[in-house]
């Protein structure tokens, strides 16, 4: 891919092919992060900053605390990158940045960041789409590439990919109600449990019964999914109790084993119908242990599987300097703007 510098138009080669350093920025939602990439696979600096402890009290992420704190974290996270790689910002080739989705306040912070230096040092910027950043951290320290099929799970998103190329990436089907995350986040709050509620659940989940109770799986056809009605299910089933002790381990238990068999079953049916033999998982919620497991038990049927080292699962900036080298769908105008929702 040939771009261009802001300030003086100079060219410059990124991509597959071309020895360059990326310095990328995430801020999407309640994370400041900063990486320094080599070729889109070497991670020289990788630095976040949490907000993880400030929302907690909240049950949840607020928005206005959130871009409060990038901006006080932005600085002092990007110095940090520079410093653990041991590299000047004149060496870096481009400057990258999420553009979204994501909340807006949180995404400008970043985004403007990334663009004031590659405007200072005049060097090519790229703006980056976070769910194709989640995807490029199975690049990172990996010698994988398409076509596969990827099944990204977050958050706010719930997607099976088929990722025929870097510049060719078709939405075979995605969630038309809740992300999994999502779902993982809720169902944790109708127990009490506490915030980030998907890492707990996940947690209590392993001294359960996943055979306890029969949870509905959600009927919609081809590759979408739904978990809305199996929330439901699940605050039935707690108000079943009716102030009895809940078994709290079996809940969690059977209602990971309803996502996760959920998810592989659209997955398994991805890879029959493309033939690949090839599948990734991808996003926060792929940090998830039964979702992991159920996933690489697809190498039983001859299938590559690929999962991202548990750091480049959550939000980070390493992901998003390897998908700048990547990825050839990026925003790279100066005028790009920050969105918060999906842009096919």
């Not at 960041?113 to 980056?128: C, W």
């Not at 926060?284 to 548990?310: H, T, Y």
């Amino acid at each position: 891919m040939i771009k261009k510098s802001l300030f003086t138009g100079k060219e410059v080669q990124i991509g597959e092919g071309a020895d360059n350093l990326i310095m990328a920025i995430e801020s999407s939602c309640d994370e400041t992060a900063c990486a320094i990439v080599k070729n889109g696979r070497e991670v020289l600096s990788n630095v976040v900053a949490s907000q993880i402890k400030t929302h907690a009290k909240y049950g949840g992420v607020i928005p206005e605390i959130a871009a409060r704190e990038h901006l006080e974290s932005i600085n002092p996270v990007i110095m940090e990158a520079f410093e653990q790689a041991n590299i000047k910002p004149e060496q870096i080739d481009a400057f990258a940045g999420t553009a979204g989705p994501g909340l807006v306040g949180c995404l400008l912070v970043g985004l403007n960041a990334a663009k004031t230096m590659a405007l200072i040092y005049d060097k090519a910027f790229i703006g980056i789409n976070h769910l194709y950043g989640h995807i490029s951290g199975n690049y990172i320290n990996t010698d994988i590439e398409p076509p596969f099929i990827a099944l990204l799970v977050s958050g706010g998103h719930t997607q099976i990919l088929n990722v025929k190329s870097n510049s060719d990436i078709e939405i075979m089907g995605e969630t038309i109600d809740d992300a999994v995350g999502e779902a993982y986040d809720k169902v944790a709050r109708l127990m009490g449990l506490a915030y980030p509620g998907g890492a707990t659940l996940d947690k209590l989940a392993k001294e359960g019964n996943p055979k306890a109770f029969k949870l509905p799986e959600g009927k919609v056809d081809g590759y979408n999914f739904s978990f809305s009605g199996l929330k439901t299910a699940v605050l039935r089933l707690v108000k079943s109790f009716d102030g009895k002790e809940l078994p709290i381990n079996d809940i969690c238990a059977s209602f990971q084993e309803c996502v996760s068999s959920t998810l592989i079953k659209k997955v398994k049916l991805a890879l029959k119908e493309t033939g690949y033999k090839q599948a990734v998982i991808a996003g926060g919620v792929a940090a998830n242990s039964e979702i992991r497991r159920k996933m690489f038990a697809l190498e039983n049927d001859g299938i590559r599987v690929n999962a991202p080292e548990m750091k480049y699962c959550t939000d980070n900036a390493a992901m998003v300097a390897s998908c700048a080298y990547f990825f050839t769908k990026s925003y790279d105008d100066i005028e790009a703007e920050v969105f918060s929702r999906i842009k096919r």
